[in-house]
């Protein structure tokens, strides 16, 4: 593992560069070596598909009641309210993509397109291609997404860009593939694509702008400077240059399908997030000497406030010490 060597207090000007593979392969094989009974915990999540509808219709519907309420109303309810919901909704999107709610991959698919519809921008079947590339490609060059691009890290260098890089990291996060590494759309963006152009036009036309503004103002500030948004950068921002993937223990857990067991969630990808706790009581040896957090704002704070964390503070590795897949 290397890097750039830092002076105290002074940010640095590359990425930490690891000459290893990911962490997570070799892991997985030792404690599936020592507890196989581990791979009982495989498999779908029974109740996905209710907690998916039960969060999508409260969502809409709090959209059309909000359809004539005052815009400083309808701001306070997105931030307090709905951001949980959308977020909640985003990352039922990350349990789908790993095909954790059926056994049968396309329905998988369909009921992420569904979950899609609050968050009122397409977005499922594009994420899960990218998605499962950080997985099989953790922090390879060019490859793997979930890395800030050097255009970001270059721009954020303080506490202020920091600060304004926090409130638009979804912006960050849905356009840097797009620009470093494209793919082709398929038949199945286009599914995506006309199922929420249809719902928002019927938002619009029945409720009108104020509906689908909140939805758009849900999404907005819940990936922004808020609680849950604090997963993004912490579950593989390096604080420890020893460490490159870290878990939350905390509440929110309960509502974001457990994602805050990160280390867990690489490890066994397989395991949906109502079971990843079981992981850790198996076999806790293997996590409890690990760094984790118990606040997401917290890690929010550390990373605007700490001049020598940014945008560089990320492990990568070049395209041929490519990690194995792990799906």
């Known amino acids: 593992m290397g890097g750039e060597e830092r002076e105290e207090g002074v940010m640095a000007n590359d990425f930490f560069w690891s000459y290893t593979d990911e962490p997570h392969a070799s892991r ?8 196989p009974q581990i791979k009982d915990l495989f498999g779908p999540d029974p109740f996905a598909f209710l907690k998916v509808t039960v969060v999508v219709l409260l969502q809409l519907g709090t959209a059309t009641v909000l359809h004539d309420a005052g815009w400083l109303k309808i701001l306070a309810v997105a931030y307090f309210f709905g951001s949980f919901l959308n977020h909640n909704l985003f990352l039922a999107i990350h349990e789908l993509s790993h095909n954790l709610a059926f056994s049968t991959p396309v329905y998988n ?15 499922s079947v594009t994420f899960q291609k990218y998605h499962l590339e950080h997985h099989r490609y953790q922090g390879v060059d060019g490859m793997d997404m979930d890395v800030p691009s050097q ?10 860009t920091k600060s304004i890089w926090v409130l ?6 849905a356009l840097r593939p797009l620009f470093l590494n494209p793919k082709p759309p398929g038949v199945w963006e ?33 990936g922004g400077m808020h609680p849950m948004a604090g997963h993004f950068i912490s579950e593989h921002y390096v604080f420890n240059p020893e460490q490159e993937t870290y878990s939350y223990y905390g509440p929110l857990n309960l509502l974001t399908w457990s994602v805050g067991y990160h280390n867990e969630h690489h490890d066994f990808p ?40 940014g945008p560089f503070s990320r492990m990568k590795r070049k395209p041929s010490t490519t990690s194995k897949k792990t799906e």
């Open 168 to 173: 638009f990291q979804l912006f960050f996060y």
């Open 190 to 222: 286009f599914f995506n694509l006309i199922t929420q152009l249809a719902l928002d036009a019927a938002l619009v036309y029945f409720w009108g702008w104020k509906s689908f503004a909140y939805l758009i103002l849900s999404t907005f500030v819940g």
């Open 270 to 309: 397989r395991i949906p997030g109502n079971k990843l706790y079981r992981v850790k009581e198996i076999a806790p040896e293997y996590y409890e000497d690990l760094e984790s957090y118990k606040s997401w704002s917290q890690v929010i704070y550390m990373y605007i406030m700490d001049c020598t964390i």
């Open 109 to 123: 698919r369909w009921l992420g397109i569904f979950a899609n519809l609050p968050i009122g921008v397409p977005m």
């Open 151 to 160: 255009i970001e890290a270059r721009f954020v260098r303080n506490a202020l």
């Open 28 to 35: 997985r094989r030792q404690i599936l070596s020592q507890y």
